[in-house]
Nanobody, 122 residues
Framework: EVQLVESGGGLVQPGGSLRLSCAAS????????LGWFRQAPGKERDFVAA????????YYAASVEGRFTISRDNAKNTMYLEMNDLKPEDTAVYYC???????????????WGPGIQVTVSS
């Protein structure tokens, strides 16, 4: 059974940092593009960041560009999202996902993690 599991979320003060991890199993991790999405209460799910299979192409939402960094370690079947200078508007449930396509559109992602809460508050 394919699994994606997020970890590293929690409560952080504005201006703080967190690193999310996404551990994958039961599929050929290195052949999939990966992405992070988030959903705030009462809002639609939004794209955050994506990384292609080879890790050479990165994509970011404008709202996180320069603050968040996506990366992957194919040897460990793990993806990361380094989040710096966090703002209250970054508060959301964060999801990792995998796709066999080159896309940032969530509807084309094949596998999803259950999500993890990130709360930015003083």
């Amino acid at each position: 059974e394919v699994q994606l599991v997020e970890s590293g979320g929690g409560l952080v003060q504005p201006g703080g940092s967190l690193r999310l991890s996404c551990a994958a199993s039961a599929f050929t991790f290195s052949t999939y593009g990966l992405g992070w999405f988030r959903q705030a209460p009462g809002k639609e799910r939004d794209f955050v960041a994506a990384i292609l299979r080879d890790g050479g192409h990165l994509y970011y939402a404008a709202s996180v560009e320069g603050r968040f960094t996506i990366s992957r370690d194919n040897a460990k079947n793990t993806m990361y999202l380094e989040m710096n200078d966090l703002k209250p508007e970054d508060t959301a449930v964060y999801y990792c996902a995998a796709t066999s396509r080159t896309t940032t559109m969530g509807e084309f992602y094949d596998y999803w993690g259950p999500g993890i809460q990130v709360t930015v508050s003083s």
